[in-house]
């Protein structure tokens, strides 16, 4: 449910520059990493690339937690 949210903004923030007005979209002030992957994809055009590169942050990091333990 979360990807649907983030579809929509990805469509809300397409159009417009990376300077303040992407940097003060204020769905994501506690995450800026999340705005700039946000912003990256509206740029690239391709929305499927969002659960990709979600998918691959979570196993990455769940990987690396494994490998650890």
């Known amino acids: 449910t979360d990807l649907y949210r983030f579809y929509q903004t990805i469509d809300s923030i ?3 520059p ?3 007005n992407v940097l003060i979209f204020q769905e994501y002030n506690n995450i800026p ?3 700039v992957i946000l ?3 509206s740029r690239v055009g391709i ?5 990709f590169i979600f998918s691959f942050i979570f196993y990455g990091v769940f990987g690396v937690f494994i490998v650890k333990i």
Do not use: Q, R
Not at 47 to 51: S, T
């Open 47 to 51: 929305n499927n690339l969002l659960p």
């Open 39 to 41: 912003f990256l994809i």
């Open 18 to 20: 990376f300077n303040n």
């Open 14 to 16: 397409h159009g417009l």
């Open 33 to 35: 990493v999340m705005k």
